[in-house]
């Protein structure tokens, strides 16, 4: 079974541009995450989609972050424009059934997009 | 906001040797699951425990869950360098915010 496919898995741009990453969870997970992981912390919930609605964005910046999950399979996580403090690692996770149903908790992570902004 | 706290924030030890490393955290929960993550790898799930439960074992790892004191540890048995990694804890708490919520992560380091 493949993993939690991320894309890019590394990113350097200059502040004030725009960065996507992409996203493809486990075949069959109907729910997905996309985390922020700052340097030594653990990792912050930014979005949770259950299909293709998005039923917890509150973390999300939406002034300059965006997110969409069309089909209720690939993500793409959109910033812009960047600033240095977006700097961070990006890692979305997916899991198979939501909160609030016979649940199974367990997240499956990729291995992230780490960006830099310059 | 993080709700888990992980102690030591860094571990050293020598192969064969035992792991302990204790979470604590703030609010009420459903479950406390650890995870582990390599350099530059994502997570891995490593251990679930919930709330009604006291201790838990998966091959060399065994964990605790005391709810009345909000902590929890795990302990990974005769060690091995391919340990050396983050762990972190994370809790889920049902009603209100549902979402795991991740500690800081501790370094355990295992020298061979």
């Known amino acids: 079974e493949a993993g939690v496919v991320q894309s890019p898995r590394y990113k350097i741009i200059e502040k004030k541009q725009p960065v996507a990453f992409w996203c493809n969870p486990i075949?069959?997970?109907?729910?997905l995450y996309w985390y922020r992981q700052n340097l030594g912390q653990g990792p912050e919930l930014l979005i949770r989609?259950?299909?293709?609605?998005?039923?917890?964005d509150s973390q999300l910046p939406k002034d300059r972050f965006s997110a969409e999950r069309l089909k209720g399979v690939d993500s793409t996580l959109k910033i812009q424009p960047a600033e240095l403090g977006d700097s961070a690692v990006y890692l979305c996770?997916?899991?198979?059934?939501?909160?609030?149903?016979?649940?199974?908790?367990?997240?499956?992570f990729g291995p992230g997009t780490r960006l830099t902004v310059t | 906001s993080q709700q888990g706290e992980e102690d030591p924030q860094a571990l050293s030890i020598q192969e064969g040797e035992n792991a302990t490393m204790n979470c604590s955290y703030k609010?009420?929960?459903?479950?406390l699951q650890w995870y582990r993550q390599n350099s530059g790898r994502g997570l891995v799930h490593l251990i679930l425990?919930?709330?009604?439960?006291r201790e838990k074992h998966s091959g060399r790892l065994r964990v605790t869950l005391d709810t009345s004191k909000k902590s929890s540890s795990l302990l990974i048995t005769a060690s091995r360098a391919a340990d050396t990694a983050s762990y972190f804890c994370?809790?889920?708490?049902?009603?209100?915010?549902?979402?795991?919520?991740f500690g800081k992560g501790m370094k355990l380091t295992v020298n061979p």
């Open positions: 996770a997916s899991s198979s059934y939501g909160f609030g149903q016979r649940t199974s908790y367990e997240q499956y």
């Open positions: 075949s069959g997970h109907n729910t």
């Open positions: 989609y259950e299909n293709e609605e998005a039923v917890d």
């Open positions: 609010t009420s929960i459903n479950n």
């Open positions: 425990i919930r709330s009604n439960e």
């Open positions: 994370a809790t889920y708490s049902q009603g209100g915010s549902e979402k795991l919520v």
